[in-house]
Protein backbone atom coordinates (compact mmCIF):
# COMPACT_ATOMS: atom_id res chain seq x y z
CA UNK A 1 0.00 0.00 0.00
CA UNK A 2 1.21 3.24 -0.67
CA UNK A 3 0.47 6.10 1.72
CA UNK A 4 0.32 9.85 1.08
CA UNK A 5 -0.32 12.64 3.62
CA UNK A 6 -1.05 16.39 2.96
CA UNK A 7 -3.13 19.32 4.56
CA UNK A 8 0.37 20.41 6.88
CA UNK A 9 1.09 24.10 7.02
CA UNK A 10 1.75 26.88 9.40
CA UNK A 11 -0.88 27.60 12.04
CA UNK A 12 -0.36 30.04 15.34
CA UNK A 13 -1.31 28.56 18.57
CA UNK A 14 -4.75 27.61 19.59
CA UNK A 15 -5.57 26.91 15.86
CA UNK A 16 -6.69 23.78 14.31
CA UNK A 17 -5.54 21.57 11.11
CA UNK A 18 -6.86 18.66 9.59
CA UNK A 19 -4.15 15.74 7.92
CA UNK A 20 -5.19 13.58 5.32
CA UNK A 21 -3.45 10.01 4.12
CA UNK A 22 -4.73 9.02 1.48
CA UNK A 23 -4.05 4.82 0.77
CA UNK A 24 -3.81 3.69 -2.87
CA UNK A 25 -2.60 0.18 -4.19
CA UNK A 26 -4.42 -1.83 -1.62
CA UNK A 27 -7.45 -1.25 0.38
CA UNK A 28 -6.61 0.76 3.43
CA UNK A 29 -9.20 -1.04 5.56
CA UNK A 30 -7.02 -4.23 5.45
CA UNK A 31 -4.89 -1.98 7.79
CA UNK A 32 -4.68 -0.46 11.47
CA UNK A 33 -3.76 3.05 10.68
CA UNK A 34 -1.70 5.15 12.93
CA UNK A 35 -0.33 9.32 12.83
CA UNK A 36 3.16 9.76 14.31
CA UNK A 37 5.40 12.72 14.33
CA UNK A 38 8.68 13.77 14.50
CA UNK A 39 10.28 17.11 15.77
CA UNK A 40 13.73 18.36 14.48
CA UNK A 41 16.60 16.37 16.77
CA UNK A 42 13.92 14.38 18.15
CA UNK A 43 12.79 10.75 17.77
CA UNK A 44 9.47 9.73 15.96
CA UNK A 45 6.68 9.29 18.00
CA UNK A 46 3.61 7.97 18.40
CA UNK A 47 0.29 10.12 18.31
CA UNK A 48 -2.24 8.32 17.31
CA UNK A 49 -3.64 4.97 15.76
CA UNK A 50 -7.23 3.77 14.12
CA UNK A 51 -8.50 0.20 14.18
CA UNK A 52 -9.25 -1.26 10.60
CA UNK A 53 -13.21 -0.60 11.21
CA UNK A 54 -12.77 2.79 12.81
CA UNK A 55 -14.45 1.59 16.13
CA UNK A 56 -11.52 1.61 18.30
CA UNK A 57 -8.84 4.73 19.04
CA UNK A 58 -5.64 5.29 21.02
CA UNK A 59 -4.18 8.41 21.36
CA UNK A 60 -0.66 9.33 23.31
CA UNK A 61 -1.01 11.35 26.55
CA UNK A 62 0.35 14.50 24.91
CA UNK A 63 -2.42 14.81 22.61
CA UNK A 64 -5.62 13.06 24.04
CA UNK A 65 -8.42 15.35 23.94
CA UNK A 66 -7.17 17.83 21.63
CA UNK A 67 -6.47 15.06 18.25
CA UNK A 68 -8.74 13.32 16.59
CA UNK A 69 -8.30 10.19 14.23
CA UNK A 70 -10.97 9.31 12.09
CA UNK A 71 -11.37 6.91 8.52
CA UNK A 72 -13.36 6.70 5.80
CA UNK A 73 -12.58 3.11 3.89
CA UNK A 74 -14.84 4.25 1.24
CA UNK A 75 -12.25 6.67 0.81
CA UNK A 76 -9.22 5.04 1.83
CA UNK A 77 -8.43 8.20 4.11
CA UNK A 78 -8.00 8.58 7.38
CA UNK A 79 -7.75 11.87 9.14
CA UNK A 80 -5.98 13.98 12.06
CA UNK A 81 -8.15 16.52 13.07
CA UNK A 82 -5.73 18.70 15.34
CA UNK A 83 -7.35 20.81 17.59
CA UNK A 84 -5.93 23.55 20.36
CA UNK A 85 -2.68 23.51 18.77
CA UNK A 86 0.25 24.36 20.62
CA UNK A 87 3.98 25.27 19.66
CA UNK A 88 5.16 21.61 21.21
CA UNK A 89 3.26 19.93 18.56
CA UNK A 90 5.54 21.11 15.46
CA UNK A 91 6.79 18.45 13.95
CA UNK A 92 6.85 16.58 10.77
CA UNK A 93 3.79 14.17 10.76
CA UNK A 94 3.47 10.86 9.04
CA UNK A 95 1.01 8.78 8.44
CA UNK A 96 1.68 4.59 8.36
CA UNK A 97 -0.29 1.28 7.86
CA UNK A 98 0.00 -1.70 10.30
CA UNK A 99 -1.00 -5.24 8.56
CA UNK A 100 -1.13 -6.60 12.62
CA UNK A 101 -4.33 -7.54 14.08
CA UNK A 102 -3.60 -5.85 17.38
CA UNK A 103 -3.34 -1.91 17.73
CA UNK A 104 0.05 -1.09 17.92
CA UNK A 105 1.85 2.36 18.66
CA UNK A 106 6.09 1.21 18.19
CA UNK A 107 7.47 2.87 15.27
CA UNK A 108 9.06 -0.52 14.71
CA UNK A 109 6.23 -2.34 14.24
CA UNK A 110 4.06 -0.19 10.95
CA UNK A 111 5.23 -1.59 7.76
CA UNK A 112 4.45 1.11 5.23
CA UNK A 113 4.74 5.14 5.75
CA UNK A 114 3.70 7.79 3.90
CA UNK A 115 5.82 10.80 2.77
CA UNK A 116 5.23 13.05 6.04
CA UNK A 117 3.95 16.65 5.99
CA UNK A 118 5.11 19.48 7.76
CA UNK A 119 2.94 20.86 10.97
CA UNK A 120 4.70 24.58 12.25
CA UNK A 121 3.08 26.17 14.87
CA UNK A 122 4.10 29.27 16.45
CA UNK A 123 3.59 30.98 19.77
Known amino acids: VQLQASGGGLVQAGGSLRLSCAASGRTSSNYNMGWFRQAPGKEREFVAVISRSGGVTYYADSVKGRFTISRDNAKNTVYLQMNSLKPEDTAVYYC?????????????????WGQGTLVTVSS
Open 96 to 112: AADIGAALRMSVGQYEY
